[in-house]
């Protein structure tokens, strides 16, 4: 059970986007080239972002990505919900109702305990990574290193 | 990102042991046919739990599969992770130390801030399979469906 690269990826690049002066798009080469990553996976990842709604893509040649709302509105859980989608990591296939040992309906009306238990876990999960923005990721930037890298967006 | 199929078997299998009389292994055979599961490939999930600890293996014609410990003292998570592995599902690749923009060392004595919430949020979705334990699972079951289960078992 991993979450993928790109993750790290998405969330660092919404967090660097959360530097850029209004309105200022950045391009993917940009982003590529500030954490050393493979251009054209990482164009996946924006576009993946962009489909979600949290980046909006400019086209033409100052085009780039620019966050979609302001990032205070974007969440950590935004950015993995819209690279990893928001199935659940647990599928219960509900093997209580089978074999030998099925139990009737009657007794199913309740959901099974397995599932409400890995149920609340992923709820527990999913509102840590819902309780810090993008906004907050950038601000937690030595000051110094937000500095620089607001002066690289050409703020 | 998903949990295999085999953590729902593992779980529930652990809470039907739960339930045979002290010192009753209980034939995979049974549990297949309990639960209308693949015999062989529940064989290998019972065989990682018992890797790790948490199921005893007896062997012989009256051997089977009974708890290493009581059942108090198996958690969900025991059992998740005895099948999946305690490994992160999110691997930090330190991507703010590369690149164009990479900080330097002196700045990245703290953790990085993506891969603490990261870590919070995992921590929190164990916690929560932590919580419960295998005996809570097998009380928590309707009482004439826990009642069949141990006339089943011999108890």
Redesign the interface.
Known sequence: ???S?G???G??CA??LALAPPGVAVRREFM??????PDAYLGKNLQALARAGILHSVPGPHGGYRLARPASRIT?LDVVTAL?GS?S?????E??Q??????PPA?CVRPC??DA??K???N??????RS?TVAE?AD???A??RKR?ER?LGG
């Open positions: 059970m991993k979450l690269e993750v790290e990826w969330v660092h967090a660097l590529a080239a500030h954490y050393g990553l950590m990893e199935a990591v647990f599928t219960c296939q093997i209580r089978h074999g030998s040992g099925a139990l007794e305990t397995v238990v890995m609340q876990a992923e527990a999960w999913r509102s840590t990574l810090v990721l937690r930037l030595p110094d290193v890298n690289l």
